[in-house]
């Protein structure tokens, strides 16, 4: 499972505050309905902003032309086996035809430019995954793609010497078999319903890596060197110059029926957001993944650009901690079920979503994400916020006013130290009002900045922390969150931190990985989100997104093309069918 | 002493969630593992051989890296030096001879204005007013796209970083040679040259401008190796693609081998700076010899 924790912005805040240091001393065709029948309408733009299709359909699409679009980082090394970095997961996407592709609702899609002619078949016994691939895809130094490359691929993905962080979700294969060129399948140990997800991935060429040690394999030139990237996307990777920009274009022999419209991405690297955000209204750029909200406004006023405002894959929490041993006491105030939906109570999480974020977020009360086909909807108890109601719960857990107005159980003061990562703005504005929140009811909060690095090295992956405040970024559009809540992953094998144990919900989470078919499956997704809040391991309180902000003067998409905030790389969505106009 | 901050090369790029022991096997891999001292010497050793070592997170090689950032920090620190100096120099001449006059007056106000204005502050307005409001100028970077080598457009694109750069050098480089001016002035062989007859223009100019350079040119010397450290925050807010960026952008990820290569190039730079300011001196001051046993000076 590719979890990985939303560091959000604060890689800038501490770049600007370095900085300053230093100064001072120097897709899918049709929208289909999901078949779980549970999803609701994927919220799209925000309605204070207009639909950045509205031209589309004017003109037809035009052939040519160069798509110029910023990124705060430099891409790391695109190598699907080995990317861990937003930054080269989007020029993965520009450049690697992938086995199959998501539609908008995160469903398993053959694409035209899928390397898959149609979706895997699945044996009656959900063990036997068979795959068969187009006939036509081709690598870019004109070798057939074949199943060669999709057995290699995943062999090496599962291969621990590797070092792919892609393992854990190839490691239940048991065995590939190659049946013709065109046709693999694929056996799994257990059934495990997740491993769709994991057909939703990039291939390398067998022919070109095959002799390379195992282990050498992070260190090769293919994914750092363009010439040496042999790809099988739309478009090639012509020219990366470190730390300015990363082109790619279309080249003629793209083997796809359906070739790019647009002849050159060219990414634009900006160490400052502040001159990236100018650099769209001045046109030097014509998209940019992520506004700063401090910007929002600013950029609304251009009439060239559309500011795209939607939640994305990535959700925020506070986690309670559940171990005695980690608090000052020994004694972990968040054991009482009703203490914990007290605290939800006290949150005032809309609030949260006005003020800090700006309109791009929106309430969770699951792990699930809202209009996912595992989203649990209304199933999933939604804590309206009411200090009230808060108080009474607390009273019935047991908590009484201290001398100094802070509640006390059985001698011990309900005070607490929240951690989150220092330079986060987000998150310090969040840490501020649930600390004011929960002030309210008579609850101390000890808000703490911490440097990420450390932070997780040293509280998160150890589970050394009372209470945090930070996010999950689903890069895998599967609901099984199995190792952050069961207590089979406590750490340091898992990612359950906080030492939490619900053993209807260990279960359950099983049971969700064994069924197929996605509308059994939503159904129990749909019992663990009920079952989750109400038992709030985390209080679970918004999705975010990135706003995305688009010159729709010059870049244009059909209205089923328009990026997809719900996807991890939702933001070049369908970038194969849209088009550039700079009339 | 980046080895003291918390957190490590590792930590950063792996996956976080990954194990503990994950993190170590990879940290073995690096030579992370190795006492400092051992990682010094290692890395003195390949440098020696002219191998500035590869970065941690995709085995980049350093000079990959930093060699162009060098050249382009040079390019920038260069021009706005050369600027300031061809204002600051004559300025705080003419100055030197009508002290407190209105010249004089604006001169200490610009200064004032430069060292306490923020250079990334000042960037800003520029780039909205010339570049956003009257689009005159370029916003940012070096080359526009597809324009890289033509003169011109790397001309338009200096004008406001080297403008914002200059302002802060000009600031102490008119009250350096103000200041050093004033001082020859006084001295008695100036006064030996006006009674001699002299014409005031050649008091000045000969008598005691060469003179007057030699505190200059230390501050000169001293100041070159900034030119080549860049200067972080310009260089972010215009995007130029210089030293300063890159060491910063360095120093979140923990590119120890990056941030070595780096001092080590500011180093040499101050060592040639110093050298450059020793042979200056021989040339505007004969009394200044080398290499012939006691010193005149």
């Given at each position: 499972?590719?979890?990985?924790?939303?560091?959000?912005?604060?890689?800038?805040?501490?770049?600007?505050?370095?900085?300053?240091?230093?100064?001072?001393?120097?897709?899918?065709?049709?929208?289909?309905?999901?078949?779980?029948?549970?999803?609701?309408?994927?919220?799209?733009?925000?309605?204070?902003?207009?639909?950045?299709?509205?031209?589309?359909?004017?003109?037809?699409?035009?052939?040519?032309?160069?798509?110029?679009?910023?990124?705060?980082?430099?891409?790391?090394?695109?190598?699907?086996?080995?990317?861990?970095?937003?930054?080269?997961?989007?020029?993965?996407?520009?450049?690697?035809?992938?086995?199959y592709d998501l539609d908008r609702n995160a469903n398993l899609t053959?694409?035209?430019?899928?390397?898959?002619?149609?979706?895997?078949?699945?044996?009656?016994?959900?063990?036997?995954?068979?795959?068969?691939?187009?006939?036509?895809?081709?690598?870019?130094?004109?070798?057939?793609?074949?199943?060669?490359?999709?057995?290699?691929?995943?062999?090496?993905?599962?291969?621990?010497?590797?070092?792919?962080?892609?393992?854990?979700?190839?490691?239940?294969?048991?065995?590939?078999?190659?049946?013709?060129?065109?046709?693999?399948?694929?056996?799994?140990?257990?059934?495990?319903?997740?491993?769709?997800?994991?057909?939703?991935?990039?291939?390398?060429?067998?022919?070109?890596?095959?002799?390379?040690?195992?282990?050498?394999?992070?260190?090769?030139?293919?994914?750092?060197?363009?010439?040496?990237?042999?790809?099988?996307?739309?478009?090639?990777?012509?020219?990366?110059?470190?730390?300015?920009?990363?082109?790619?274009?279309?080249?003629?022999?793209?083997?796809?029926?359906?070739?790019?419209?647009?002849?050159?991405?060219?990414?634009?690297?900006?160490?400052?957001?502040?001159?990236?955000?100018?650099?769209?209204?001045?046109?030097?750029?014509?998209?940019?993944?992520?506004?700063?909200?401090?910007?929002?406004?600013?950029?609304?006023?251009?009439?060239?650009?559309?500011?795209?405002?939607?939640?994305?894959?990535?959700?925020?929490?506070?986690?309670?901690?559940?171990?005695?041993?980690?608090?000052?006491?020994?004694?972990?105030?968040?054991?009482?079920?009703?203490?914990?939906?007290?605290?939800?109570?006290?949150?005032?999480?809309?609030?949260?979503?006005?003020?800090?974020?700006?309109?791009?977020?929106?309430?969770?009360?699951?792990?699930?994400?809202?209009?996912?086909?595992?989203?649990?909807?209304?199933?999933?108890?939604?804590?309206?916020?009411?200090?009230?109601?808060?108080?009474?719960?607390?009273?019935?857990?047991?908590?009484?006013?201290?001398?100094?107005?802070?509640?006390?159980?059985?001698?011990?003061?309900?005070?607490?130290?929240?951690?989150?990562?220092?330079?986060?703005?987000?998150?310090?504005?969040?840490?501020?009002?649930?600390?004011?929140?929960?002030?309210?009811?008579?609850?101390?909060?000890?808000?703490?900045?911490?440097?990420?690095?450390?932070?997780?090295?040293?509280?998160?992956?150890?589970?050394?922390?009372?209470?945090?405040?930070?996010?999950?970024?689903?890069?895998?559009?599967?609901?099984?969150?199995?190792?952050?809540?069961?207590?089979?992953?406590?750490?340091?094998?898992?990612?359950?931190?906080?030492?939490?144990?619900?053993?209807?919900?260990?279960?359950?989470?099983?049971?969700?990985?064994?069924?197929?078919?996605?509308?059994?499956?939503?159904?129990?997704?749909?019992?663990?989100?009920?079952?989750?809040?109400?038992?709030?391991?985390?209080?679970?309180?918004?999705?975010?997104?990135?706003?995305?902000?688009?010159?729709?003067?010059?870049?244009?998409?059909?209205?089923?093309?328009?990026?997809?905030?719900?996807?991890?790389?939702g933001y070049l969505f369908h970038a194969i069918n849209w088009w550039?106009?700079?009339? | 002493?980046?080895?003291?901050?918390?957190?490590?090369?590792?930590?950063?790029?792996?996956?976080?969630?990954?194990?503990?022991?994950?993190?170590?096997?990879?940290?073995?891999?690096?030579?992370?593992?190795?006492?400092?001292?051992?990682?010094?010497?290692?890395?003195?050793?390949?440098?020696?051989?002219?191998?500035?070592?590869?970065?941690?997170?995709?085995?980049?090689?350093?000079?990959?890296?930093?060699?162009?950032?060098?050249?382009?920090?040079?390019?920038?620190?260069?021009?706005?030096?050369?600027?300031?100096?061809?204002?600051?120099?004559?300025?705080?001449?003419?100055?030197?001879?009508?002290?407190?006059?209105?010249?004089?007056?604006?001169?200490?106000?610009?200064?004032?204005?430069?060292?306490?204005?923020?250079?990334?502050?000042?960037?800003?307005?520029?780039?909205?007013?010339?570049?956003?409001?009257?689009?005159?100028?370029?916003?940012?970077?070096?080359?526009?796209?597809?324009?890289?080598?033509?003169?011109?457009?790397?001309?338009?694109?200096?004008?406001?970083?080297?403008?914002?750069?200059?302002?802060?050098?000009?600031?102490?480089?008119?009250?350096?040679?103000?200041?050093?001016?004033?001082?020859?002035?006084?001295?008695?062989?100036?006064?030996?040259?006006?009674?001699?007859?002299?014409?005031?223009?050649?008091?000045?100019?000969?008598?005691?401008?060469?003179?007057?350079?030699?505190?200059?040119?230390?501050?000169?010397?001293?100041?070159?190796?900034?030119?080549?450290?860049?200067?972080?925050?310009?260089?972010?807010?215009?995007?130029?693609?210089?030293?300063?960026?890159?060491?910063?952008?360095?120093?979140?990820?923990?590119?120890?081998?990056?941030?070595?290569?780096?001092?080590?190039?500011?180093?040499?730079?101050?060592?040639?700076?110093?050298?450059?300011?020793?042979?200056?001196?021989?040339?505007?001051?004969?009394?200044?010899?080398?290499?012939?046993?006691?010193?005149?000076?």
């Open positions: 499972m590719t979890r990985s924790f939303r560091k959000g912005l604060s890689f800038f805040s501490v770049l600007a505050l370095l900085a300053t240091l230093l100064a001072a001393c120097s897709g899918n065709k049709t929208p289909e309905s999901s078949p779980s029948g549970s999803a609701s309408p994927t919220p799209s733009a925000s309605a204070s902003s207009p639909s950045p299709s509205a031209s589309a359909s004017a003109e037809g699409p035009v052939d040519g032309g160069t798509l110029t679009v910023s990124t705060f980082s430099d891409i790391v090394a695109v190598n699907p086996l080995f990317v861990g970095d937003t930054s080269s997961g989007d020029l993965e996407t520009l450049i690697f035809a992938k086995l053959a694409e035209p430019w899928s390397l898959a002619a149609e979706l895997p078949q699945i044996s009656a016994d959900g063990l036997t995954y068979t795959i068969k691939l187009k006939t036509t895809p081709k690598w870019t130094d004109g070798k057939p793609v074949t199943a060669d490359d999709v057995i290699f691929t995943f062999d090496t993905a599962r291969n621990a010497d590797a070092g792919s962080p892609l393992v854990s979700q190839y490691d239940k294969i048991e065995k590939m078999t190659k049946v013709d060129d065109q046709t693999v399948e694929i056996k799994l140990k257990q059934v495990y319903a997740p491993f769709q997800y994991a057909l939703y991935q990039s291939i390398v060429p067998a022919h070109v890596l095959k002799d390379v040690p195992v282990k050498e394999l992070k260190e090769h030139t293919y994914g750092v060197d363009p010439a040496k990237t042999v790809t099988s996307g739309p478009w090639k990777w012509t020219e990366w110059k470190k730390g300015q920009y990363i082109a790619v274009e279309s080249y003629p022999e793209y083997w796809g029926e359906k070739k790019p419209h647009i002849a050159k991405v060219i990414t634009k690297i900006y160490a400052d957001q502040q001159t990236e955000v100018q650099a769209l209204m001045k046109g030097d750029v014509d998209m940019t993944q992520a506004i700063p909200l401090t910007q929002i406004e600013a950029v609304k006023k251009d009439e060239d650009i559309t500011v795209i405002l939607a939640p994305g894959p990535q959700y925020e929490y506070v986690q309670f901690n559940f171990k005695d041993e980690n608090f000052p006491d020994k004694y972990s105030p968040f054991k009482g079920q009703k203490t914990r939906q007290a605290i939800a109570y006290a949150l005032n999480r809309q609030g949260m979503v006005d003020n800090v974020l700006k309109g791009s977020g929106a309430l969770m009360n699951s792990p699930f994400l809202p209009g996912s086909w595992a989203d649990p909807g209304d199933a999933a108890v939604n804590y309206e916020y009411s200090a009230d109601k808060a108080k009474a719960l607390l009273a019935e857990d047991g908590w009484k006013p201290g001398k100094d107005g802070i509640l006390e159980k059985d001698g011990h003061r309900f005070s607490f130290e929240l951690q989150y990562n220092s330079g986060n703005s987000r998150r310090e504005g969040v840490s501020a009002i649930i600390q004011q929140n929960l002030k309210d009811v008579g609850i101390e909060v000890k808000p703490r900045g911490i440097d990420f690095a450390t932070w997780i090295d040293q509280n998160i992956t150890p589970g050394k922390f009372p209470a945090i405040l930070l996010g999950w970024s689903l890069t895998n559009p599967d609901p099984d969150a199995e190792s952050i809540f069961s207590s089979k992953y406590f750490p340091p094998a898992g990612q359950n931190g906080g030492w939490y144990v619900n053993e209807k919900l260990d279960e359950m989470w099983v049971k969700g990985q064994q069924v197929i078919d996605q509308a059994e499956r939503a159904k129990i997704y749909k019992e663990i989100g009920k079952e989750i809040s109400i038992d709030l391991p985390y209080v679970f309180l918004y999705q975010y997104g990135l706003p995305q902000g688009v010159n729709t003067k010059v870049v244009k998409w059909a209205e089923d093309d328009r990026p997809e905030s719900q996807l991890a790389y550039v106009d700079r009339k | 002493m980046i080895h003291a901050a918390p957190g490590g090369p590792t930590q950063i790029f792996l996956a976080p969630g990954l194990s503990p022991e994950a993190g170590e096997i990879q940290a073995h891999n690096l030579g992370l593992d190795r006492p400092i001292p051992e990682q010094y010497i290692k890395w003195l050793g390949n440098f020696l051989q002219g191998d500035l070592g590869k970065t941690f997170k995709n085995n980049i090689p350093v000079g990959d890296l930093l060699w162009p950032t060098v050249g382009n920090t040079m390019v920038l620190m260069g021009a706005a030096w050369l600027v300031s100096l061809l204002i600051a120099i004559p300025w705080g001449i003419y100055n030197s001879t009508r002290e407190y006059g209105l010249s004089d007056q604006t001169a200490s106000f610009i200064s004032y204005l430069g060292f306490a204005m923020p250079t990334f502050w000042f960037g800003i307005i520029l780039q909205q007013f010339f570049a956003m409001k009257l689009d005159l100028l370029p916003l940012s970077d070096m080359w526009t796209m597809g324009e890289e080598g033509n003169l011109s457009d790397l001309f338009l694109h200096l004008v406001l970083p080297v403008t914002v750069l200059s302002i802060t050098f000009l600031a102490a480089y008119v009250k350096y040679s103000r200041a050093s001016m004033l001082e020859v002035l006084n001295q008695d062989y100036i006064r030996t040259a006006r009674a001699k007859g002299l014409k005031e223009r050649k008091v000045v100019f000969r008598h005691a401008l060469r003179n007057a350079l030699i505190p200059i040119i230390t501050i000169l010397g001293l100041d070159l190796p900034i030119l080549v450290g860049g200067a972080a925050l310009t260089e972010s807010v215009f995007n130029w693609p210089g030293m300063g960026r890159l060491f910063v952008e360095m120093a979140v990820s923990r590119e120890y081998s990056v941030l070595m290569s780096i001092t080590l190039v500011v180093s040499v730079m101050v060592v040639i700076g110093n050298l450059i300011a020793d042979i200056l001196y021989a040339i505007v001051d004969p009394r200044v010899q080398f290499g012939q046993g006691g010193s005149a000076s």
